[in-house]
């Protein structure tokens, strides 16, 4: 027996909101993808000093990103289904994934919140370690003049808080552009420009991830009524 009434229009309340889900895990999905093959953090994390490669970080939270968005889809699309059929075993189905999807999301915010300095600070590390090898010359100076080089040419940049008391990487022409000393002087050294290129995409993905909770916690709800109305409806 179909539902009716009250129940029925929470039903197709539930399709939209799956459908919307279904159109927001696409997006996470885009914007992940979007970031993992973005010019400049690829650029950056794909650099090797010697034997110590970039830090990696980033990238693991942008991994499991694209796995929410893609199970987001399989979820929302397993959502609208249970709604249309009015199936109260799919709509169990879509319950329990929705309260695994939504700890894991949970799980992840609190991973990123605590990482999300770290990340930062690990890529200013291995900045300033591949500018102290090339301006002391030491056996991987090629190296790391090379990785040096990129940071300033992606992030359009030049130095770091700690060579600030120092001029010398400003003046020297291979390593940074000869417009890159008024940006210099304007304190828009690399320590900076990597702290606004990943607290700007962080602060994107906290943005989905919010309005992605809030969705979900409408859509536990909504199931929740639903599989009431159909077992009442089944009774009767």
């Keep these: 027996m179909g539902v009716e009434g009250c129940t029925k229009c929470i039903k197709y309340l539930l399709f939209v909101f799956n459908f919307i889900f279904w159109l927001a895990g696409g997006i996470i999905l885009g914007v992940a993808l979007w970031l993992r093959h973005d010019s400049q953090t690829t650029n950056i994390l794909y650099l090797q000093l010697g034997e110590k490669q970039a830090p990696n970080t980033f990238y693991v939270g942008i991994y499991i990103l694209i796995a929410v968005g893609a199970v987001m889809m399989f979820v929302g699309f397993l959502g609208c289904y249970g709604a249309i059929q009015e199936s109260q075993c799919l709509l169990g189905t879509f319950f329990t994934c929705l309260v695994i999807l939504f700890a894991c999301e949970v799980a992840a915010g609190i991973w990123g919140f605590v990482n999300k300095d770290q990340i930062a600070k690990d890529v200013k590390q291995f900045y300033d370690q591949a500018l102290q090898q090339t301006l002391m010359g030491e056996p991987d100076a090629n190296n790391a ?49 990597i702290d606004e290129l990943f607290s700007g995409k962080l602060y994107l993905i906290g943005i989905a991830a919010v309005v992605v909770a809030v969705i979900m916690i409408f859509e536990m709800i909504l199931s929740m009524v639903l599989c009431c109305g159909i077992r009442n409806s089944s009774v009767y």
């Excluded at 940049?157 to 940006?183: E, H, N, Q, Y």
């Design 145 to 193: 003049k090379a990785v040096v080089k990129t940071f300033h040419e992606t992030l359009d940049c030049c130095g770091s808080d700690i060579m600030t008391a120092t001029f010398t990487p400003v003046w020297r022409d291979d390593l940074c552009r000869k417009d890159s000393l008024k940006s210099f002087f304007e304190n828009t050294n690399c320590h900076k420009k």
